[in-house]
């Protein structure tokens, strides 16, 4: 049987193209959650419930103090305090004036660094689903 050079060059472009997508894939550092993230080696979100249903973490940020690049899986939030914050995430950077007793819900984030510029310590309520 013979292979034509047009089949044969697709089978060698298709390989190399799944070698690639999974050598990348493999290689790609993994994101931490946001209990993971920290800032400077500082811990930023501590746990203040954990059972089957639910995770609830409290995040604190002082001025100057932000959250390294992270992801979020489906989540609820609550601003405690607020202050200002300097995002970053897949639709670039943006400041952000972030209101206490603000709240918010989102089926997911992919990743995001923020940084607290503001002049006041802010404290968040993350809630998860599991």
Known sequence: ????NTTFTFKIISSISLFLLLWNCKNQPE???????????????EVVEDNDKL???????PPGVGHERHYHNAHYGYTVSGSKFR????TGTREVNV???????????????????????AVFLIVEPK
């Open 87 to 90: 995002i970053k995430d897949t």
């Open 1 to 4: 049987m013979r292979i034509s």
């Open 31 to 45: 994101l931490p959650d946001p209990h993971e993230a920290g800032w400077n080696n500082q811990v930023i979100c």
């Open 99 to 121: 209101p206490s007793g603000y709240s918010f819900y989102n089926d997911k984030i992919e990743w995001h660094e923020v940084l607290n510029i503001g002049d006041s310590t």
């Open 55 to 61: 995770r609830t973490l409290k995040c604190t940020f």
